[in-house]
């Protein structure tokens, strides 16, 4: 069944540790995204690909980074992470120009940084 | 900078009861997406309008498009428990044949018994 996965879907952990959020999809969706959201808040695009080896900064800076080596992989990478990174991070994946272009959502990772 | 805001950003209702939901934005879009999110969950894709004048409906829930005024509207109808959630618009600009999206700030419904 074609979806988009994430993993952890919780994590808890210590400031300074490094971590990684993986993203997975199997809809063959050449753009995907990465939106930071605080409890109740609305979302913010903190990263963004539209395939293979291109990665792009969204609209709201942020100390993580993100890779794509693989069309449906598109992992975010925190190298130290600190309280301020406590948050709600959704991945996202789309289809090229011709289509909605609609957005789907992975279940996202409830990060808290102690 | 594209601005999209939304109101009101907290709704109470009793069910059976009708309400609309707005949702502004401050330049031109290109499509206007609607999304259904439970607490703690992800989002769901309701709605995807295209043009001026799009209405679409499902179920008790319709969602409308005017460019020109750079609104849109979620009408709910005859509201029913299940509908509890936060609602949130986003707007898509297109660049170079790439699109991006400027979610609003929510609307958390709550529907009473």
């Known amino acids: 069944e074609a979806d988009i996965y994430q993993t952890p879907r919780y994590l808890v952990i210590g400031t300074g540790k490094k971590i990684t959020l993986e993203c997975s999809q199997t809809m063959g969706h050449d753009k995907m995204y990465w939106y930071q959201q605080d409890p109740g808040m609305e979302l913010h695009l903190i990263h963004y690909s539209y395939g293979v080896n291109s990665t792009e900064k969204g609209d709201l800076s942020s100390e993580s980074t993100v890779s794509r080596i693989r069309t449906e992989h598109f992992p975010l990478t925190l190298e130290s992470a600190r309280p301020s990174h406590t948050s709600q991070y959704l991945c996202?994946?789309?289809?090229?120009?011709?289509?909605?272009?609609?957005?789907?959502f992975g279940p996202g990772t409830r990060l808290t940084v102690l | 900078e594209l601005k999209v805001e939304q109101n009101p950003l907290f709704l109470s209702m009793q069910e059976g009861k009708n309400y609309t939901i707005y949702c502004n934005y401050s330049?031109?879009?290109?499509?206007l997406y609607w999304y259904r999110q439970d607490p703690g969950k992800s989002l769901e894709s309701l709605f995807v309008?295209?043009?001026?004048?799009a209405v679409k409906q499902e179920g008790r829930l319709m969602a409308s498009l005017d460019t020109k005024a750079r609104l849109s509207t979620l009408h709910i109808t005859a509201a029913v428990h299940d509908l509890s959630a936060t609602y949130f618009c986003?707007?898509?600009?297109?660049?170079?044949?790439?699109?991006?999206?400027?979610f609003g700030t929510g609307t958390r419904l709550t529907i009473i018994p």
């Open positions: 309008l295209l043009s001026n004048g």
């Open positions: 996202a994946s789309s289809e090229l120009p011709g289509t909605y272009n609609e957005q789907f």
């Open positions: 986003a707007v898509g600009k297109t660049n170079f044949g790439n699109e991006k999206l400027t």
């Open positions: 330049t031109t879009s290109d499509r």
